[in-house]
């Protein structure tokens, strides 16, 4: 089943332009911990997974969001877009976004 695209590929890039390094408020609708069941199969969110109320993304959704570097299950979180996550069988990218000032290396 071929995947429906509501934003072009230029439109994605400007959305991941538009939020990189910026502060972002997310709402948590996944926390760590969360149990999924998809098509036959359990995930389990070991970071929070949430989106950013009112922002459409690529599939007509708002906007997903990874929440890197808080081990703790959230209700909603406020940090910085530090990356993106492009699937080749998505239509959405997912932001990434982690507590002001933290880094990865």
Do not use: C, W
Not at 80 to 91: C, L, M, N, P, Y
Request: charged content about 25%.
């Amino acid at each position: 089943m071929e995947e429906t695209e509501y934003l072009s590929a230029e439109q994605r890039n400007q959305l991941i332009r538009q939020y990189l390094g910026k502060t972002v408020e997310v709402v948590i609708d996944r926390p760590v911990g969360y149990i999924h069941p998809v098509k036959g199969i359990t995930l389990h969110y070991t970071v929070n997974y949430g989106y950013l109320p009112g922002v459409i993304g690529g599939d007509g959704e708002e906007q997903d969001v990874y929440i890197l570097g808080v081990t703790e299950p959230l209700e909603r979180f406020t940090g910085t877009v530090i990356g993106a996550i492009r699937r080749k069988d998505d239509s959405e990218d997912k932001l990434v976004a982690a507590p002001e000032g933290m880094q990865f290396h």
